[in-house]
């Protein structure tokens, strides 16, 4: 039997699901749920730390949340707000550097200069936690495509000269690799249009638990069956061979 034991993903990507139904089964609005599962960022953000886990990227709202009631998006960027600015301190003590990806044009213009002033103080630090706001896997591509056509107009780049490392390093981050393991929680099974190009030889781990309701036994249970699997990326095993 292979030892697992020391096998810990370096970047752990979550679909942060299940904060409706949690609010629904507790008999309360669905923006309790929400606050709820701010809190269970705020602990994976620790077990990541503990377990050696060096960047966590968080789905926090996707483009295509827009269209959910205007009183629940608002009461999620004001939670959003509230979260960045009451944990800024931990972030420094616990030396996590914090990141935004996605469309930032779409957020209001005082939710932008926050999130960039916390950015800005956390900068330095190694550990990372990339939060992924109005985003989409598609519009990241769009954009990115977009940054190409235009270096390709100016004439500072062939269009021979693109290739799959010009995409990547035309992502939102491309200093990041790629996530070794996506955890969605509430038993769904589906991607919902996240890190569509990083996720290309991701392991995916599906829990039914609800994101409010994950706690770190669950997420050793992730961590374990991540480590039990072995990675091949299209190739096969020395023993396979013939």
């Given at each position: 039997?292979?030892?697992?034991?020391?096998?810990?993903?370096?970047?752990?990507?979550?679909?942060?699901?299940?904060?409706?139904?949690?609010?629904?089964?507790?008999?309360?609005?669905?923006?309790?749920?929400?606050?709820?599962?701010?809190?269970?960022?705020?602990?994976?953000?620790?077990?990541?730390?503990?377990?050696?886990?060096?960047?966590?990227?968080?789905?926090?709202?996707?483009?295509?949340?827009?269209?959910?009631?205007?009183?629940?998006?608002?009461?999620?960027?004001?939670?959003?707000?509230?979260?960045?600015?009451?944990?800024?301190?931990?972030?420094?003590?616990?030396?996590?550097?914090?990141?935004?990806?996605?469309?930032?044009?779409?957020?209001?213009?005082?939710?932008?200069?926050?999130?960039?002033?916390?950015?800005?103080?956390?900068?330095?630090?190694?550990?990372?936690?990339?939060?992924?706001?109005?985003?989409?896997?598609?519009?990241?591509?769009?954009?990115?495509?977009?940054?190409?056509?235009?270096?390709?107009?100016?004439?500072?780049?062939?269009?021979?000269?693109?290739?799959?490392?010009?995409?990547?390093t035309s992502l939102d981050?491309?200093?990041?690799?790629?996530?070794?393991?996506?955890?969605?929680?509430?038993?769904?099974?589906?991607?919902?249009?996240?890190?569509?190009?990083?996720?290309?030889?991701?392991?995916?781990?599906?829990?039914?638990?609800?994101?409010?309701?994950?706690?770190?036994?669950?997420?050793?249970?992730?961590?374990e069956a991540y480590a039990?699997?072995?990675?091949?990326?299209?190739?096969?095993?020395?023993?396979?061979?013939?």
């Amino acid at each position: 039997m292979r030892d697992v034991t020391n096998r810990v993903p370096q970047h752990i990507a979550m679909i942060m699901d299940g904060n409706g139904r949690w609010a629904r089964q507790q008999g309360k609005p669905r923006l309790a749920g929400h606050e709820a599962g701010s809190e269970t960022v705020r602990q994976v953000m620790g077990y990541c730390r503990k377990a050696g886990v060096r960047y966590l990227t968080l789905y926090a709202f996707s483009t295509e949340n827009w269209s959910r009631p205007p009183e629940e998006v608002a009461g999620l960027m004001q939670l959003l707000t509230v979260f960045i600015s009451k944990y800024e301190a931990e972030l420094i003590e616990k030396q996590v550097r914090l990141r935004v990806i996605g469309n930032r044009a779409d957020l209001s213009l005082s939710l932008q200069k926050e999130l960039a002033r916390v950015e800005q103080s956390t900068q330095h630090f190694e550990q990372q936690v990339i939060i992924a706001l109005s985003y989409s896997g598609r519009n990241e591509l769009v954009r990115a495509v977009r940054k190409i056509a235009s270096a390709v107009r100016s004439g500072s780049c062939e269009p021979e000269a693109i290739d799959e490392a010009l995409i990547a390093t035309s992502l939102d981050a491309p200093d990041v690799p790629d996530p070794d393991l996506i955890i969605r929680t509430s038993g769904e099974f589906r991607l919902s249009n996240f890190l569509l190009w990083q996720c290309a030889y991701s392991e995916f781990y599906f829990t039914p638990v609800l994101w409010p309701d994950f706690g770190e036994a669950d997420f050793k249970t992730a961590l374990e069956a991540y480590a039990a699997r072995e990675r091949r990326y299209g190739g096969v095993k020395k023993e396979d061979f013939v």
